[in-house]
């Protein structure tokens, strides 16, 4: 069970257990913050803003508009890929793809207080993150998943338990993730999950993340 202990860089455990990913194409016309804002009602605990087709301007406003949305509830904004958008919006987190800025240097541009997660897409990569200044580990993708297809092929239940077995770093899920495998995925040995579609594409996020964050809790 995740407690309320501090990482390296100040984001709690408890932080990482019910993860929001935002995709705006899932969210069958609603704004972004409408959709977010519902799920924080019903138990999201860090929402992730992931946006490729935005240019920097308009990355950047959302951002800002999500962190004030999210400042009352005390729940972190991690940023996608941009270190620039993440410096410009002042996010708690940040988190990086093996395609990405590389985590060294990502870590010395960044407020010693923000959190970096980075996503490992083979034990290779879980190997590699004991050297790295990393908080967290984004397991991807557990199983198949339309909201990102440029991966290497699932890890599934077997593959989670082999990297829960291979490093003592916190180890947040994702891909495919919903309220009739999470307990499984939970079991396998991850201490956070992170939803997309399950969430984004809900017809009502709120009583979406109310589900899942009770099978959390119960585990």
Not at 25 to 51: K, M, N, P, Y
Not at 75 to 86: F, G, H, K, M, S
Not at 167 to 176: D, E, K, Q, R
Request: charged share 15%; hydrophobic share 45%; net charge negative.
């Amino acid at each position: 069970m995740v407690g309320t202990s501090t990482l390296a860089h100040g984001v709690r455990l408890q932080a990482l257990r019910l993860y929001l990913v935002t995709d705006q194409f899932c969210a069958g016309g609603r704004t972004l913050a409408d959709v977010v804002a519902a799920a924080v009602q019903g138990g999201v605990t860090c929402v992730q803003l992931r946006e490729k087709q935005l240019n920097t301007r308009d990355f950047v406003a959302q951002a800002l508009a999500l962190k004030d949305l999210l400042a009352p509830h005390g729940i972190p904004l991690v940023i996608n890929d941009r270190i620039d958008v993440a410096l410009a919006c002042g996010a708690q987190g940040v988190h990086l793809g093996q395609s990405d800025m590389p985590v060294t240097q990502a870590r010395r541009l960044l407020p010693p207080e923000v959190f970096i997660g980075w996503s490992v897409e083979t034990l290779e990569d879980v190997a590699r993150s004991a050297e790295l200044p990393v908080d967290y580990l984004g397991v991807s993708p557990i199983f198949a998943t339309p909201t990102k297809t440029d991966t290497l092929p699932p890890w599934g239940l077997e593959g989670l338990r082999q990297v829960r077995q291979a490093t003592t770093a916190p180890l947040v899920a994702i891909g495919g993730i919903h309220v009739d495998n999470a307990r499984e995925v939970l079991l396998a040995g991850a201490d956070g999950l992170a939803v997309v579609s399950a969430l984004c594409a809900a017809q009502d996020p709120c009583v979406a993340a109310l589900r899942l964050r009770q099978l959390i809790d119960a585990v």
